[in-house]
């Protein structure tokens, strides 16, 4: 698996620049849409067994979640000047240090 967040990001900016939609987003705003996204690919998963839910994970009104949670996210890293790369780094190195393997 491989995705340019960089190129995700600027993709996303054209496209809202495109839409003159750069007024609208603010950092409160984009994490309340990507809490929503979330949901959404909750909604999908929701009152499956584990068996259907592993048979569903792959459809592709999942993958339209999973795409919508990741733009948002993105875009809010974008927005809000997260070096996303970044935080997840350093998030893996504390989740090291917080839960050494056995």
Not at 44 to 62: C, M, T
């Amino acid at each position: 698996m491989s995705l340019d967040l960089d190129w995700l990001a600027d993709e996303l900016d054209r496209f809202a620049t495109e839409r003159d939609w750069h007024r609208l987003p603010d950092p409160k705003n984009l994490a309340m849409a990507l809490a929503a996204e979330a949901g959404e690919l909750l909604e999908q998963l929701q009152w499956l067994n584990p068996e259907e839910a592993k048979d569903h994970a792959s459809s592709s009104s999942v993958a339209d979640e999973v795409a919508d949670v990741l733009i948002y996210l993105v875009r809010f890293a974008s927005v809000a000047g997260l070096d996303l790369e970044r935080a997840v780094r350093q998030k893996l190195v504390k989740n090291a240090s917080k839960h050494p393997a056995p």
